[in-house]
């Protein structure tokens, strides 16, 4: 019988990140710093919202680009929040921010269009760039450059048939972030190649040092970004699946036509719950939120200096929940590092290379974990340190 896989869906390698998260579930006492997913339960004011719309039937299909109430707050929250101005006729609510990913780039990609992803980068560009008929051009972003994306390294991987550049900061798995005025030097250069930029800013609201600066905000940057956000980090909805897009005209209703065919709409109660965490957000000034990322900070804070302290030298993380030490120092790759502590100390850190070349000789490690997990993982991750 022929072989029916389709041999872009063939090539692709399963998700580093959910293998060791399959392990850890099936071992006893094993403490994850693997998955990046909040340990923080939804508010309860928004579960109750949830609970009230499936009490009320609130679960038809919504029109297919969500409910016009939630479009409407999203539009508001992004200008007031981030001084990004999309109307909700140009927003679609999506499953999560992973289907506005793949939604951008399967409207934007032809075949040998070059995307350029610095890495290390979240595991899905790469593929989702690969399945959507595109080439992916991993960009290396390095540690002596805190891990942002310049001009020089940009222009560099730049060629004739380079159409976007994914722009996905707070970083996963760096932790790192673009300032205001990193961001403005590297749009002379995608003015300059007429590119389109897809921004991924779903840690957005989890920045410890300046407010996150979106290249949205930027001149007449919005006509020219695909801009995707969501509910999952900062509000701790990542179940509830729950994302948005915005995009100039013309991409918009390419990725309208996709998600009507593909997803028809995202599920209602979620949006429900989605139009809740912003009605109230507005009301207490996003408190919850400003609670998440001060506890965010002061584990991050912890982490870092503990892994630091057994010399395995890590950038101080700016944004979002994970910190991306260097364990060059054991002798160990990130591979070998990551199977060996799992294996002899049963706590799970995500190999490097998961994210791209650049991250071979790291570990990727969450921190949206409590601080009685994180305390006992570090004296664990001692141990196995000291102990080679």
């Given at each position: 019988?022929r072989?029916?896989v389709?041999?872009?869906?063939?090539?692709?390698?399963?998700?580093g990140?959910?293998?060791?998260?399959?392990?850890?579930?099936?071992?006893?006492?094993?403490?994850?710093?693997?998955?990046?997913?909040?340990?923080?339960?939804t508010?309860w004011?928004?579960r109750?919202?949830?609970?009230?719309?499936l009490?009320?039937?609130?679960?038809?299909?919504?029109?297919n680009?969500?409910l016009?109430?939630?479009?409407e707050?999203?539009?508001?929250?992004?200008q007031?929040?981030?001084?990004?101005?999309?109307?909700p006729?140009r927003?679609?609510?999506?499953?999560g921010?992973s289907?506005?990913?793949?939604?951008?780039?399967?409207?934007?990609?032809d075949v040998?269009?070059?995307?350029?992803?610095?890495?290390?980068s979240?595991v899905?560009y790469?593929?989702?760039?690969?399945?959507?008929?595109?080439t992916?051009?991993?960009?290396?972003?390095s540690?002596?450059?805190?891990?942002i994306?310049t001009?020089?390294?940009?222009?560099?991987?730049?060629?004739?048939k380079t159409?976007?550049?994914?722009?996905?900061?707070?970083?996963?798995?760096t932790?790192?972030v673009?300032t205001?005025?990193?961001?403005?030097?590297?749009?002379?250069?995608?003015?300059?190649?007429?590119?389109?930029?897809?921004?991924?800013?779903?840690?957005?609201?989890?920045?410890?040092?300046?407010?996150?600066?979106?290249?949205?905000?930027?001149?007449?940057?919005a006509?020219?970004t695909?801009?995707?956000?969501?509910?999952?980090k900062?509000?701790?909805?990542?179940?509830?699946?729950v994302?948005?897009?915005?995009?100039?005209?013309?991409?918009?209703?390419?990725?309208?036509?996709?998600?009507?065919?593909?997803?028809?709409?995202?599920?209602?109660?979620?949006?429900?719950?989605a139009?809740?965490?912003?009605?109230?957000?507005f009301?207490d000034?996003?408190?919850?939120?400003e609670?998440m990322?001060?506890?965010?900070?002061?584990r991050?804070?912890?982490?870092?200096?503990a892994?630091?302290?057994?010399?395995?030298?890590?950038?101080?993380?700016?944004?979002?929940?994970?910190v991306?030490?260097?364990?060059?120092?054991?002798?160990?790759?990130?591979?070998?590092?990551?199977?060996?502590?799992?294996?002899?100390?049963?706590?799970?850190?995500?190999?490097?290379?998961?994210?791209?070349?650049?991250?071979?000789?790291?570990?990727?490690?969450?921190?949206?974990?409590?601080?009685r997990?994180?305390?006992?993982a570090?004296?664990?991750?001692?141990?196995?340190?000291?102990?080679?």
């Amino acid at each position: 019988m022929r072989n029916f896989v389709n041999k872009r869906a063939a090539s692709l390698q399963p998700s580093g990140i959910r293998k060791f998260f399959d392990i850890v579930q099936k071992m006893e006492g094993a403490i994850s710093l693997g998955v990046g997913e909040p340990d923080f339960v939804t508010p309860w004011n928004v579960r109750d919202a949830a609970i009230r719309s499936l009490q009320r039937g609130y679960t038809q299909y919504t029109g297919n680009r969500g409910l016009l109430e939630l479009r409407e707050l999203i539009s508001r929250y992004l200008q007031e929040r981030f001084g990004v101005c999309y109307p909700p006729e140009r927003t679609i609510v999506t499953v999560g921010a992973s289907e506005a990913i793949d939604l951008a780039l399967r409207a934007v990609c032809d075949v040998g269009d070059e995307i350029l992803v610095p890495e290390p980068s979240y595991v899905s560009y790469a593929p989702a760039v690969i399945l959507a008929g595109g080439t992916p051009v991993a960009v290396k972003c390095s540690a002596e450059n805190d891990f942002i994306l310049t001009p020089e390294i940009m222009e560099a991987a730049i060629t004739p048939k380079t159409k976007a550049v994914i722009l996905a900061y707070p970083n996963n798995p760096t932790g790192a972030v673009m300032t205001r005025g990193q961001v403005e030097a590297i749009i002379p250069v995608i003015e300059k190649h007429d590119l389109l930029v897809i921004s991924d800013e779903i840690y957005a609201e989890l920045t410890y040092t300046d407010k996150h600066a979106s290249i949205a905000s930027m001149g007449n940057m919005a006509e020219r970004t695909v801009l995707i956000n969501g509910f999952s980090k900062a509000f701790a909805m990542t179940g509830w699946r729950v994302g948005f897009v915005c995009a100039p005209k013309e991409i918009d209703e390419a990725m309208f036509k996709i998600h009507q065919y593909t997803i028809l709409c995202a599920p209602h109660m979620s949006q429900r719950a989605a139009v809740c965490a912003l009605k109230d957000g507005f009301s207490d000034g996003f408190s919850v939120v400003e609670e998440m990322r001060a506890e965010y900070c002061r584990r991050g804070v912890f982490l870092v200096n503990a892994l630091n302290s057994l010399g395995l030298k890590c950038f101080k993380p700016k944004g979002a929940f994970y910190v991306f030490p260097s364990v060059e120092k054991t002798g160990l790759d990130g591979e070998g590092f990551a199977n060996a502590l799992l294996e002899k100390c049963k706590v799970a850190v995500v190999p490097g290379a998961a994210f791209g070349a650049a991250g071979v000789n790291h570990v990727r490690c969450s921190y949206a974990t409590s601080m009685r997990n994180l305390t006992i993982a570090v004296e664990r991750i001692s141990d196995f340190v000291n102990g080679l």
